[in-house]
């Protein structure tokens, strides 16, 4: 089955970190780019990082530029978020997404004191 699995995400104070995964199966991760999205409480879908296929290239938001971190692991088919220095804003759900509309299911992130 070709699917996502996101984990990782969890209750932080303003100013912690977190180290969200995506776990990918049923396909070559290494032959896509990927992005972390995130929706907030009522708001709409906002795009936060991309990453080539080969991690050699990656883009950030400039709400998180700065801040959050991604990487990649081709050969464990896996795909990593790590999020520094987080604020309340930050709080959403995060969802990992490859091209052709495929994605997870998200992970909880919540940044309150």
């Known amino acids: 089955e070709v699917q996502l699995v996101e984990s990782g995400g969890g209750l932080v104070q303003p100013g912690g970190s977190l180290r969200l995964s995506c776990a990918a199966s049923?396909?070559?991760?290494?032959?896509?780019?990927m992005t972390w999205v995130r929706q907030a409480p009522g708001k709409t879908l906002e795009w936060i990082s991309s990453?080539?296929?080969?991690?050699?290239?990656?883009n950030y938001a400039d709400s998180v530029k700065g801040r959050f971190t991604v990487s990649r692991d081709n050969a464990k088919n896996m795909l990593y978020l790590q999020m520094n220095s987080l604020k309340p804003d930050d709080t959403a759900v995060y969802f990992c997404?490859?091209?052709?509309?495929?994605r997870g299911q998200g992970t909880q992130v919540t940044v309150s004191s």
């Open positions: 997404a490859r091209l052709g509309g495929l």
């Open positions: 049923g396909f070559a991760l290494r032959i896509y780019s």
């Open positions: 990453i080539s296929s080969t991690g050699a290239v990656t």
